[in-house]
DNA sequence: ATTCTTTGTAAAAAACTTTTGACATGTCAA
DNA sequence: TTGACATGTCAAAAGTTTTTTACAAAGAAT
């Protein structure tokens, strides 16, 4: 049922920041498709680690500068 | 075929650093098994981000004082 | 008005992560 | 030497992320 995981991203406002740059842009940089950027952007999906560092390393801050977390309640 | 990912960790030392807490003790605090956090350990894939995070502040650090990543020689 | 770019949706398949369960080994202590 | 505990292996199933492909709408573009 896939719900929507407990982590915020600042993809977006990143992404603008630095010089407009496109969700295919930002893809390409780092390797995965467009599709795979709308969705973690839109918060559809956590990234893998890999992904979360490699989009960190492009707008130049570290991992917990682009995603923040939030401890869910415990169930 | 499942390749080794570029991502190192700290996780059994950051472990033995807080009173040898065991695998299963840390599985059972990030809330995945026991044979997540072995395979994690070993390097055998990288976590979701969200374990990223949850291990983290099980020790009180960063994703970053705990996951390492090496940008790998663009294939 | 058509061309280009950007963002978005959708669905199936592929790839990867995580769980479940069973079993093996070594150590420690009692 | 039994019992508990820690780590490890293996394999199948389940769950989640990512790819692939195709299409749609909006804006600039001028």
Do not use: C, K
């Not at 973690?40 to 991992?63: D, K, N, T, W």
């Amino acid at each position: 049922m896939a719900r929507r995981p407990p982590i915020g991203n600042r993809i977006r406002a990143l992404r603008e920041q630095h010089g407009n740059m496109s969700q295919a842009a930002l893809a390409e940089a780092i390797g995965v498709t467009r599709q795979t950027v709308i969705a973690m952007e839109q918060g559809r999906y956590s990234p893998s680690l890999e992904s979360a560092f490699r989009i960190s390393r492009v707008f130049g801050v570290g991992v917990e500068d682009v995603f923040s977390w939030t401890e869910p309640p415990d169930s």
